[in-house]
């Protein structure tokens, strides 16, 4: 059985400027991923079918049931009749630990609090973020279009969220997409991990609007700045506010504004 396609071509009839006419357009898929660890059901996401095992891994990262990727025992990508399990193994302490507190998601790409049987859950207290790293409002700009190149599933189809590190001593962008832009940040982080690089060196730059979840993931993973073209909720301020990150939102062609931390961000330039 074969893996889920990412992109799907489809018929449609455009009106456009008075005139229908026939025309062709490519379409982001989205299936069904269930996440289990030995062989037991923790979550079941609506994502787009590429970049999987990074899903899993930054998923068990940015959830908490591994601290490390060494912690992941073993690690398959299965497709199955109705969508794909990413199948994994953990070591024996982290397997015990998760049993303790396992729980089942389920839910729609854009919601990232499925799932979630407590208050505390959702408003946990997050780690602080320790880094001595400063940007200037350049390298702002170029993270943004170090984005835009890395977006090859959206300039297809218009249609999926993206998420990019961005580290001074590297040209280009690691870039991950998805349907949903939680999925989009777990991705990233398990790309990162799994290359080895250290959160506190660089940033992550993100297509949508900073909510809570996706400053709860940037604590978790470490990152001390978190850029995003659009607008951020007031929680998502607090929160990054609390945590040590930098929140750049607004983040467009003709600038950006700092909500949290300014003093990592060097506007002399």
């Given at each position: 059985?074969?893996?889920?396609?990412?992109?799907?071509?489809?018929?449609?009839?455009?009106?456009?400027?008075?005139?229908a006419?026939?025309?062709?357009?490519?379409?982001?898929?989205?299936?069904?991923?269930?996440?289990?660890y030995?062989?037991?059901?923790?979550?079941?996401?609506?994502?787009?079918?590429?970049?999987?095992?990074?899903?899993?891994?930054?998923?068990?990262?940015?959830?908490?049931?591994?601290?490390?990727?060494?912690?992941?025992?073993?690690?398959?990508?299965?497709?199955?009749?109705?969508?794909?399990?990413?199948?994994?193994?953990?070591?024996?302490d982290?397997?015990?630990?998760?049993?303790?507190?396992?729980?089942?998601?389920?839910?729609?790409?854009?919601?990232?609090?499925?799932?979630?049987d407590?208050?505390a859950?959702?408003?946990?207290?997050?780690?602080?973020?320790?880094?001595?790293?400063?940007?200037?409002?350049?390298?702002?700009?170029?993270?943004?279009?170090?984005?835009?190149?890395?977006?090859?599933?959206?300039r297809?189809?218009?249609?999926?969220?993206?998420?990019?590190?961005?580290?001074a001593?590297?040209?280009?962008?690691?870039?991950?997409?998805?349907?949903?832009?939680?999925?989009?940040?777990?991705?990233?982080?398990?790309?990162?991990?799994?290359?080895?690089?250290?959160?506190?060196?660089?940033?992550?730059?993100?297509?949508?609007?900073?909510?809570?979840?996706?400053?709860?993931?940037?604590?978790?993973?470490?990152?001390?700045l978190?850029?995003?073209?659009?607008?951020?909720?007031?929680?998502?301020?607090?929160?990054?506010?609390?945590?040590?990150?930098?929140?750049?939102?607004?983040?467009?062609?003709?600038?950006?504004?700092?909500?949290?931390?300014?003093?990592?961000?060097?506007?002399?330039?």
């Open positions: 059985m074969g893996m889920p396609i990412s992109v799907t071509e489809a018929a449609t009839m455009v009106w456009r400027r008075g005139a006419a026939a025309g062709r357009r490519l379409l982001p898929e989205e299936t069904a991923v269930v996440l289990t030995d062989r037991a059901s923790f979550a079941v996401m609506m994502a787009s079918p590429a970049s999987l095992e990074d899903f899993a891994v930054g998923f068990s990262l940015s959830e908490g049931i591994v601290a490390g990727v060494s912690e992941i025992a073993a690690l398959e990508i299965v497709a199955l009749p109705d969508g794909v399990e990413c199948r994994m193994s953990l070591s024996a982290r397997c015990a630990a998760l049993a303790a507190r396992r729980r089942y998601i389920a839910g729609p790409a854009g919601c990232g609090l499925c799932g979630i407590s208050l859950q959702a408003l946990r207290t997050l780690p602080a973020v320790a880094s001595d790293l400063r940007v200037s409002a350049r390298q702002i700009e170029i993270m943004l279009e170090g984005m835009a190149r890395g977006q090859t599933m959206n297809d189809t218009r249609a999926v969220h993206a998420a990019g590190f961005w580290t001593d590297r040209p280009e962008m690691l870039v991950r997409e998805d349907i949903g832009r939680h999925n989009a940040l777990d991705k990233l982080i398990g790309a990162v991990a799994r290359r080895g690089d250290a959160a506190c060196s660089g940033a992550v730059c993100m297509t949508s609007r900073v909510s809570i979840e996706l400053v709860q993931k940037a604590a978790v993973f470490g990152v001390p978190l850029v995003a073209i659009s607008v951020p909720t007031a929680h998502a301020v607090r929160a990054a506010e609390a945590a040590g990150i930098t929140l750049v939102a607004v983040a467009r062609d003709d600038g950006f504004e700092v909500f949290t931390h300014p003093a990592r961000v060097d506007f002399a330039e």
